[in-house]
């Protein structure tokens, strides 16, 4: 059975030393054994779960929700896959309220932005998205259901 010194393993996975001993801290990871001298080796099933670990983190997975399924993926027979889909169900429904969220704050900003005419010669004394920010009565909306005219460039060609 192939053994991996901590660097070792580190390049075949694409970290750094030090993201593996952050997952050994965190206890998602744990070396087969030590050297004579005192090294961490590592087993290629450390290897599967480091990978398995990477591809859980690039779905967005977190620490937490990765040590549950390595906790299952351990035991699979004593637990079902309602239980395993249960966590990424919860994922993406807290992706999906995410992406609610940022598509209502790019709505907003899109909005503030389209009304400035972010010309260089003007000053900003009379900016719609300063007004937007300043005026309004909502402390987490910007006031932009009726932009004014953040400039005089605006006010004489709408006349």
């Not at 040590?67 to 429904?93: G, M």
């Not at 209502?104 to 010669?121: P, S």
């Not at 009379?126 to 460039?153: F, T, V, W, Y």
């Amino acid at each position: 059975m192939a053994m991996y010194l901590i660097g070792q393993l580190a390049k075949l996975c694409q970290v750094s030393s030090d993201t593996l001993r952050f997952y050994e801290k965190n206890n998602l990871l744990q070396p087969a054994g030590r050297s004579e001298s005192g090294y961490r080796l590592y087993s290629e099933d450390n290897l599967s779960r480091v990978k398995f670990i990477l591809r859980a983190k690039s779905i967005g997975l977190s620490l937490d929700e990765i040590r549950e399924l390595l906790d299952i993926r351990l035991e699979a027979s004593q637990h079902s896959c309602a239980e395993v889909k249960a966590i990424t169900q919860a994922k993406l429904d807290e992706v999906d309220m995410k992406i609610k969220e940022l598509t209502r704050i790019r709505t907003a900003l899109k909005k503030i932005n389209d009304a400035c005419c972010g010309h260089v010669d003007d000053n900003a004394s009379h900016c719609s998205i300063l007004g937007a920010l300043n005026d309004s009565s909502e402390i987490n909306e910007p006031a932009i259901d009726e932009p004014k005219a953040c400039c005089s460039r605006h006010e004489k060609s709408e006349h």
